[in-house]
């Protein structure tokens, strides 16, 4: 049996970010259990914001016109069989970074549903309060569902909790546990 191929998707401009610790261990997690994990981290991409001219839906093989760091992860996203989304609340959602590079997934839309269809789908959140209603973690959340719902993409687990300090969420030896423990669920 082929190992699974885990795509782990950074939406935090900070390299040593709490989101970013989760995501290592989830890709930690999912090398354990005989995955082979990528890491993008989206902030040192050029991802332009979609134009909405619907090229991409008029032409077989999801051709987006945007010629940037898209083209690169168009291929990466298609052949993984599990990602993982892990970024930051920033003023109440998803960092700007993962929501540009969301907006363009309307170039994988095709004849036979969403090409992200069926991929196995782990979140991992960070947020400055601990309430997440009072942080903006519940919206974030909202969005992953609505967007995977609509996908067909389940979510396999999420991971969120509070650090307000760079690299904080290490100190929580159960937070870390659980993106470790969702890494193997995914990488299976």
Not at 16 to 44: F, R, Y
Not at 71 to 76: D, S
Not at 140 to 160: C, E, L, N, S
Request: aromatic residues 8%; positive net charge; contains cysteine.
């Amino acid at each position: 049996m082929a190992a699974k191929k885990v795509l782990i998707v950074l939406g935090s401009p900070r390299k040593n970010g709490n989101s970013t610790a989760l995501a290592k261990q989830a890709a930690e997690g999912a090398e354990a259990s005989g995955a082979i994990c990528e890491t993008i981290c989206l902030h040192e991409m050029h991802i332009k914001p979609c134009n909405a001219c619907d090229h991409c839906q008029t032409r077989p093989g999801h051709a987006c016109i945007l010629k940037d760091d898209m083209q690169k992860l168009y291929p990466k996203l298609v052949k993984a069989d599990a990602i993982v989304m892990a970024g930051p609340v920033y003023w109440f959602t998803v960092s700007a970074q993962i929501k540009l590079f969301m907006d363009r997934w309307y170039a994988l839309i095709g004849k036979n549903g969403h090409a992200l269809k069926g991929k196995k789908i782990g979140i991992i959140l960070t947020y400055g309060d601990v309430d997440p209603f009072a942080a903006g973690a519940v919206n974030a959340i909202r969005t992953y569902q609505d967007a995977f719902r609509f996908i067909g993409a389940p979510i396999i687990g999420m991971v969120y909790g509070t650090g307000n300090e760079p690299g904080e969420v290490r100190k929580d030896k159960k937070l870390m546990q659980q993106a470790f423990e969702l890494g193997k669920k995914l990488g299976k």
